[in-house]
């Protein structure tokens, strides 16, 4: 009788079998390895697979996993426009860096209020224009004059105190925008920093590069949409500066019509500035991709128009019966021209006979 070792399956423990092998650990009452081979038939095979946990050693019952809570039902505030929506231009979205993205993020409510207190100067020399109107017959209440001087110099004062921070935070936000403009095409701003500064901040010459620095831009993204805007804002910055040169010149006049005609220039010319103010918002915005109010501008596209929902059915002529059709009408027509070419026949051997 041969004797056999059969190791345990669990304890690693080895056990002599002689004669029949066992098949449980009498240790820990484990599986016991077979002597026969892996490979032997299932009729030689005096073993079993069973199947434990992982865990099945150290005793500890496996924890249930954690049932997370259902998530919301997916919903859409608007139609979906997967593949047919741009992404936005990095330089809306793009990191802070320095004191020029700290200053850009001031453009929009510093041009808002400048807009805001330009109108309201414009209101401020308007009621003034009509006081002297009205001053031309009868006295005005000192108080109404009080009242309107205030309203003049408070208005005035503001709206140059946030023009020229408009402009300061213009700047940064041109800085920003070129910087990431050309970073996105594989490029270096060819503009230096103090050439920015001091294009955008001499007076008169500010007339002129910013909106070369602004056309950069666009052609360096090559948005036709937005070399237009910039055309646009240009030509009216250039006149909202003529304008507001005119009117300090027409300070300086020594009649009293003349003067008073200078009022209304000058309210004029408030307004001229709100609109310049308000169409630079629309063109920082366009160049954000974004429109006046704010809101994310969606590329147009073009997409392949499917068929309509109810076709059209042409209804249906068998082609025996149209073709049965047609012979008939034909032979019906050449038997009509030979009864009138018969008739036509008759008609003349009957003249010739008589």
Known sequence: MSTV???CARCGARWAVHGTPMHWCPRCHGVLLSPAPIDAPAERRNYRWVARRPDHRNGRPVAAPRRRPPAPTPRYTQIPRWG???ETPASATAASRGRAAALASWVTPLLLGTAGMFALAAVAELVRYVILLVNRTRLIDPLVLRFSDWLLTGSSALALAL???SGIALLGWLIETRSAVFARVGR???????LLVLGCLIPVVN????GVFLTEIAVARADPRALRAIRIWWCAWVFGGLMAAAALIWRTADSLQVKADGVLFTAWTDAVAAAVTVLTLWMLRLLDGRDLFGRVRLARRWVVAVDPAVPVIEPVHPGGAARTTEARNAADAEIADDLD???GAVQHEEVMAK
């Open 5 to 7: 070792l059969q190791p």
């Open 84 to 86: 047919l929506r741009d």
């Open 163 to 165: 023009a020229l921070g």
């Open 188 to 194: 270096r701003d060819s503009r230096p920093v103090p």
């Open 207 to 210: 007339l002129v590069w910013p």
């Open 341 to 343: 070419t018969d008739n």
